[in-house]
């Protein structure tokens, strides 16, 4: 009877650890509403890691705004089987940090760039896309931009713009690895639970 208790107890564990393993996994996406806009000041502000979007006829880019409550290397890749595209990075004061346009031999596009908690916006659309700042200076949003480069107004394409949907996938590393995630911690207590009745079932 005993035996059957514990197997069953065993049961219940590997359930609520293979539960806890998919919602560690899961992502949540932020869905653009209507269109976007290309100004900064107007941008959307996105609440999960993962942003999904849309390059439509005459759409000169999106704008989204993003708060990070912690430092580290921040990640972003564009994907998309339909457009070429070009993204950017932008600070709380508007000013251009980093762009990418073609990530090595591919189309879609990948940046890293350490950065502080605060906000910070994210700019993509098709190729070709340039920042412009308030003096109507343009930079081509591709790699750093140039020295006296002011705050940024709008992201703008100056050619012909293809259509299409894309997705901005957004990940962080933390500045201190030695500091475990939430999900990993609740996955390492049910180990160590299981761990603990297995010795109890083999005395």
Same mark, same amino acid.
């Given at each position: ?9 065993? *049961? *219940? =564990? ?39 979007? +849309? ?69 993509? $659309?098709? !190729?070709?896309? !340039?920042?412009?700042?308030? $003096? ?5 949003? +591709?790699?750093?931009? &140039? ?26 590393? &933390? ?6 995630? &939430? ?11 299981? =761990?603990?009745?297995?010795?109890? *079932?083999?005395?």
């Amino acid at each position: 009877m005993k035996a059957e208790n514990m197997q069953s107890r065993l *049961k *219940k =564990m590997s359930a609520a650890l293979l539960l806890a393993t998919t919602m560690a996994s899961a992502q949540a996406a932020y869905i653009e509403s209507g269109d976007a806009s290309n100004f900064l000041a107007s941008a959307q502000l996105a609440t999960d890691s993962l942003i999904q979007g +849309n390059i439509g006829q005459g759409d000169e880019g999106d704008v989204f705004k993003v708060v990070f409550g912690s430092a580290g290397t921040l990640t972003i890749e564009a994907t998309s089987g339909q457009i070429d595209t070009q993204i950017a990075l932008f600070d709380a004061g508007f000013n251009a940090l980093i762009g990418d346009d073609d990530s090595g031999s591919s189309v879609d596009s990948l940046l890293s760039y350490a950065i502080g908690a605060g906000t910070y916006y994210i700019g993509i $659309g098709d !190729y070709m896309m !340039y920042a412009i700042d308030a $003096g109507n200076q343009v930079w081509f949003m +591709n790699g750093l931009p &140039p020295a006296g480069f002011g705050a940024v107004s709008r992201i703008e394409n100056q050619t012909t713009i293809l259509t299409g949907n894309y997705a901005l996938s957004l990940s962080m590393q &933390p500045l201190n690895n030695a500091v475990p995630e &939430p999900a990993t911690l609740g996955l390492l207590g049910l180990g160590l639970l299981g =761990m603990g009745m297995l010795r109890r *079932k083999a005395a």
